[in-house]
Structures are given as C-alpha cells and as structure tokens.
C-alpha cells in the first residue's frame, strides 16, 4: 500500500496517484472525508478510475489529460487526511492543525518528488491549501479552493432549525446507513436530490453509494473527527500569509456552491477579496459538495486555472476585475457591505468565538453535547417519576 511518512510526529499518510503526465496535481480532501470523494475530479481530469500506485513514473503523452485543452497529461494524488480513513489517527487533539496538514501534504510531495504542483483543496482542505501555500509558496503552479473559508468562527454554519436538526442526528449517528442520510442532507441541494434518474431519485442512488463508501472505510474514530474539527476551528491566515500569498503570483480559484450551508458564501467572497488580484471567484448553483453536483463545470473551472498558469497568464488577466464589473460578479459587493456597516453584529461574533475558543468546542460538538445531555436528564426525570409513583400506591 503507498504510504507516506510525515515528518509530524511520525504520521502516515495513505495516498493514491492517478493518471500519467508532467503536470501534476495535488487533492487535498475536507472534514471527515477520504481521498476517494474526488471521485468526479479524478476522472474529469485524468480519464483514469484506476490508481497507478504500483507503477512506474510515466512519460508525458500528448493529449494524456481527460477534457479537452489540455495540451499534455496530467497526473493526480490525493490522500486520507490524518484523522481519517487509512491515515494515521494521532490521539492528541493538538497535533491536529492546518499548519501541520499542510506539512502533512508538503511530505507528500517530497515523497513523490514533485517540486511543483497545483494544488486543490475542498472545505478543511482548502483550509490546509492555503496553509501549505503560505508555507512553501514556491511549489504551488496554482491554487484551488473549493467552498473554503476564514476558519474559526467563520466555520459556523448556517444557524437555523434544519441545521440544529442535522448537527444533531450527525453526533448521533452510529452506523453508516444513519451517518450516510445526514451527509446527504448536508452535502447537497434538495433540488438536486430530488432529481429523478430513470425510476429513481439521485438521493436514493446516492444513498446506496454513501452506504457503502462508509461501510468500506469505516466510521470516522471521535478522535480523529474532533482533532480535524479543531483544525477548523484554529486556521487563520494571518494578514503575512496572505501577502506570502499574494506576492508569489500564481493563479487562484475560489469556487464555491451558492445554496451551501456548511461554508457560507460570504466567507469566501470576503477571502476573494484579500487575495485580490490574483484570485478569480466562481459561484456555481450547487451545496456544499459542488465538486459532485455540478462536475462539469468544476472541472472545466480547474482545467480553466490549470492552463492558464501553465500559458502563463497574468494575475491582472486572470482575475478580469475592472472597475466597472457587472455581471454576477457584481453581486458581491452587497453581502460584503453589509458585514461590514454591521460593527455591533461582527464585534458579537468575535466574542462568541473567543469565547467558544477557549472552550475548544465546534458548533457541532457544542450543540449536540448539550442536546444529548438534555435528553438523558428527560429519561433521568421520567424514571424518578414512575419510582414516586409506584411507592404511593404501595
């Protein structure tokens, strides 16, 4: 099996290696995922669904890549977080940050001897992408973030009944079949799910699918889960990353699912704007899982970045942000106006998340201890009840 070993601690990282060429693209997954949800991207930018972890380095063919444009082959990597699915689970909650993630995907690709790739990163993983960016600037061709935010207290989903509901059922869940309804729930659109295929809808097809991803990989350990939620929960780019970030000049896309209810929206047009003007936004009609909802156009965005920094395209052109932009772009302006005249509501949210910080607890963990708690003091109430009333009668 191909194993990397990390210089974090003596972590092992599991990784797969997909298609053949000399431009290289590294995958780096989110919360509580595995390698294997880059399914759509694999194929779309490789044509491969087999791994060639056994095999040789090959040479670059002509034409190698799976879409159309691209001028040679690709090869791809992807791997389990730590925390999760073959990699290593380190029992300490503190060895458990973006920064020592990306470290994590660095030691990848030293062990492949990539010197330089582009990188992709979805949710956490883009958390992690901008990290190892930071970090090691000079090995990233281009940069991909996929429904990414700031971390910390930007981390907090959408707060109404429907996601109290899910946090809920997630902490609760105990077997794949009851883990794989919330992830549904959570990763895509109603809409999309509802979509008939022949005599089925997509949310039954998929549902077969989760099951047995679940079941193959296993259920992710408590350890590992709240070691990558505190992850999360601690990233920050600091005001130096970003300028790291910036100034090294390679090509950057934010794309991002507008009905996600995971990472908000707003978040990642407020972290477009700092990356400015290398960055490039793309909002598409999909959930927190756009990579699965809408693959074609995903994958056409990411084709789009990869040739354009490998025909050397400039920042400026890249980003095609005059000062006169209209268009859907110029929708971005409103909910960043408005975070911002909002003083009183930001300065709350920060206290709420120091607060919850020195805690160290997620929204999640948060409310479903609390939820759970409740319930046992009900069942608690209930049995002091009956007792009471039994005696009486006696």
Known sequence: MPFCDSSENG???????????STKVLLIIGLAA????????????????????EEPEAEVIAGGGGLEGLREGIEVCCFDNRGVGRSSVPPK???????????????????????????????????????LAALAPERICSLALLNVTGGGFECFPKIDRQM????????RARTPEQRALVDLETHYTKEYLDEHVGSCTRRDILYQEYVKAISSSGMQSNCGFEGQVNACWTHKM????????RSAGFLISIIHGRYDIIAQLVHAR??????????????????HLVSHERPNEVNQALIELINASESDVTPEEWSYLPEKQTGCMATEATPLSLSNTNNNVASSLRTFYNLLGKLQLSFFYFVGIFMI?????????????SVRVATSNS
């Open 270 to 287: 407020r972290l477009f704007k700092k990356l400015q003007p290398c960055a490039r936004m793309v909002e598409l009609h999909g959930g």
């Open 373 to 385: 708690g409740y319930e046992h003091m009900r069942s608690i109430f209930k049995s002091m009840k």
């Open 11 to 21: 972590t092992r990282i599991f990784y797969r290696r997909f298609g053949h060429g």
């Open 93 to 131: 909650k503190s060895e458990y940050t973006t920064t020592i993630m990306a470290k994590d995907a660095l030691a990848v690709l030293d062990h492949l001897g990539w010197r330089k790739a582009h990188v992709l990163g979805h949710s956490m993983g883009a958390m992690i992408a901008c990290k």
């Open 238 to 245: 600091a005001s130096k990353e970003l300028d790291k970030i």
């Open 34 to 53: 595995t390698h294997d949800s880059w399914g759509p991207q694999i194929k779309g930018l490789t044509g491969a669904v087999e791994p060639n972890d």
């Open 164 to 171: 109290m509901s899910l946090a809920f059922r997630f902490l």
